[in-house]
């Protein structure tokens, strides 16, 4: 800030900028090693993203709103006057290759463990009113085992669902979740694993 312009020569390749040129730990490292992420490889619609939502009045329409989301994948939860409640995870999740999970470095010149699409948006893990009537999104895994592709790695084990889960049951069984319980279920401090 008031300095003079700098300029910055960013190396890059089909799998993203080189990421030598600004991590000191890989400066010395004989292989390059690149960044690829759907952040930057596809144009994100992260604005009109979140203008279509302001407006959205109807679980469809929270949904579409999401089609140009291109990251970070996260949950979005939705609830309206009617008293419908959903989930969506939008996002661009690429499909790779068998074997590889993105966390750890692959060779990228042979082309075997390049991306093969991204899942594709009605594919992506969505909920609309479930039948126990809760939704619970802690950082947990948002798919069970029977999900036919990789969303991620780095979940909550569930302790925190399982503890958000628990105290919902608790205040529906006296009558109906109220703001106060919500209140207090944000601020709960118990881990369970302890």
Same mark, same amino acid.
């Given at each position: 800030? #008031?300095?003079?312009?700098?300029?910055?020569?960013?190396?890059?390749?089909?799998?993203?900028?080189?990421?030598?040129?600004?991590?000191?730990?890989?400066?010395? @490292?004989?292989?390059?090693? @690149?960044?690829?992420?759907? @952040?930057?490889?596809?144009?994100?619609?992260?604005?009109?993203?979140?203008?279509?939502?302001?407006?959205?009045?109807?679980?469809?329409?929270?949904?579409?709103?999401?089609? $140009?989301?291109?990251?970070?994948?996260?949950?979005?939860?939705?609830?309206?006057?009617?008293?419908?409640? #959903?989930?969506?995870?939008?996002?661009?999740?690429?499909?790779?290759?068998?074997? %590889? $999970?993105?966390?750890?470095?692959?060779?990228?010149?042979?082309?075997?463990?390049?991306?093969?699409?991204?899942?594709?948006? %009605?594919?992506?893990?969505?909920?609309?009113?479930?039948?126990? #009537?809760?939704?619970?999104?802690?950082?947990?895994?948002?798919?069970?085992? %029977?999900?036919?592709?990789?969303?991620?790695?780095?979940?909550?084990?569930?302790?925190?669902?399982?503890?958000?889960?628990?105290?919902?049951?608790?205040?529906?069984?006296?009558?109906?979740?109220?703001?106060?319980?919500?209140?207090?279920?944000?601020?709960?401090?118990?881990?369970?694993?302890?």
């Amino acid at each position: 800030a #008031g300095g003079h312009p700098v300029t910055i020569t960013v190396r890059e390749t089909v799998h993203g900028p080189i990421l030598n040129d600004v991590v000191p730990e890989l400066a010395a @490292a004989a292989e390059l090693y @690149a960044f690829r992420w759907t @952040a930057l490889v596809e144009p994100d619609g992260l604005t009109s993203t979140f203008l279509k939502l302001n407006v959205a009045s109807t679980f469809d329409e929270f949904r579409a709103a999401f089609r $140009d989301y291109v990251a970070p994948a996260q949950n979005f939860v939705y609830a309206d006057v009617e008293g419908n409640i #959903g989930l969506q995870i939008p996002g661009r999740v690429p499909v790779r290759p068998e074997g %590889d $999970d993105g966390r750890r470095p692959v060779d990228g010149a042979s082309g075997e463990h390049d991306w093969t699409g991204y899942i594709a948006f %009605d594919e992506l893990p969505a909920l609309l009113n479930p039948p126990d #009537g809760l939704i619970v999104t802690a950082n947990n895994n948002p798919v069970d085992a %029977d999900y036919p592709y990789h969303v991620g790695n780095e979940w909550d084990p569930g302790w925190r669902a399982t503890r958000i889960r628990q105290l919902l049951d608790a205040a529906a069984a006296e009558g109906g979740v109220t703001q106060a319980d919500l209140s207090r279920i944000q601020l709960d401090t118990r881990l369970l694993r302890a």
